[in-house]
């Protein structure tokens, strides 16, 4: 074999190491954005820069002051952020959504506007596929709207609301409706919105034309009584959906049918560890991106519960980790997929964890953040 050959060969063996290795090597850092309730000595939302080479977050201080936004979204294009303001009555009107744009040098929120969210305490929300349409859940109103994202980033008039009606059988935390989640099929067809106080998942069909909601057929899957479902997340595959329910403390697993956008229940276990007899209510729940494990937090043991998903979508508990602080209301993923930052909004801390690729596990990094009431965490994509 002559010299150019053998080094041609050598060139097309050195490409076929290296090549991929570049296509999955990590962004050098990301936008890391904490959204709080603001009691105390917390102004809004405070902004980091997350280096996920070291699992490492660099305060950049407060991003923007806003009134307890205890939960943000980004929008796909990665320049505008979205905030609920969760107030029932604020200088006289119920709780609204605000928008910003995202400086991605500084990290600094510019204000650009806020609207109604057509309800009272809104709780959640999430961005159409299009990024011309958000939704928004109202706890307190139990009511579910529908906003115009405009090509500036503000935010619109609403093109849906819908008010549910009924009670659950907890007379205390189920008194009437009340909107927790709101979660957009993979194909963007249908909005699913967990009602705690109904002890429902709604079902509607989303038009993502009109930004329209319609009751679907069935317009509704039950869970059992006094559950109070509080988070949906799909699996990466769509063919699963799991859920947290607050009042139970326990994690359903569904079989999702993509072409009637319905729910059928396969399983429910317990979000705590066997012994366990405090206190404890469920919250935040999260499918690992690479759709083998799923995540819950629990509030009272304080820690979050690994499951490992199988092949038909039922989980098996893997472990239970202590997020060494109160009340993990909220946790994320980071982009990586390598580690999960837990926000402890009773103890003014987010905590980093490393997610063991093999197992799911979790193992602290060491690394402390000390946020004010911390109770939602979003990552923004520097390139």
Known sequence: MN????????ALLLASVVVPFIRTAEPDEYLMYIGTYTRNASKGIYAYRFQPSAGRAVSLGLAAESVNPSFI???????????????????????????????????????LNRVS??????????IDKSGKWLMVANYSSGSV?????????????????????????????????????????????YLLVSDLGLDKVMLYRFDAVRGALEPN??????VSPGSGPRHLSFH??????????????????????SKIGNLKEIQTVSSLPPGFRGSNTAAELSVHPNGKVV???NRGHDSIAVFSIGDKGMVTPVGYVLTQGKVPRHFAIDPTGNFLLA????????????INDKTGTLVSMGTVLQVPNPVCVAFVPLR
């Open 73 to 111: 979204v980004v929008h796909p294009n990665r320049r505008f952020l979205y905030a609920v303001n969760e107030v029932s009555n604020y200088e006289g009107k119920n709780g609204y959504v605000s928008a910003f744009s995202v400086d991605a040098k500084t990290g600094r929120l510019s204000f």
């Open 343 to 354: 926000a402890n909004q009773d103890s003014d801390s987010v905590v980093v964890f490393r």
């Open 3 to 10: 010299k150019k050959i053998k080094l041609g060969l050598a």
């Open 145 to 189: 709207a529908a906003l115009a994202i405009e090509k500036d980033g503000k935010l619109g008039k609403p093109s849906a609301l819908i008010r549910h009606s009924g009670s659950g059988v907890n007379p205390r935390r189920q008194e009437g409706p009340h909107a927790h989640c709101v979660v957009l099929s993979p194909d963007n067809r």
């Open 217 to 222: 057929d069935p317009p509704f899957v039950k």
């Open 295 to 297: 995540y819950g937090s």
């Open 117 to 126: 969210s057509g309800g009272s305490d809104p709780c959640h929300l999430v």
């Open 236 to 257: 990466p595959s769509g063919r699963f959906a799991y859920q947290i329910n607050e009042l139970s403390s326990t994690l359903t697993s569904f079989a999702y049918d």
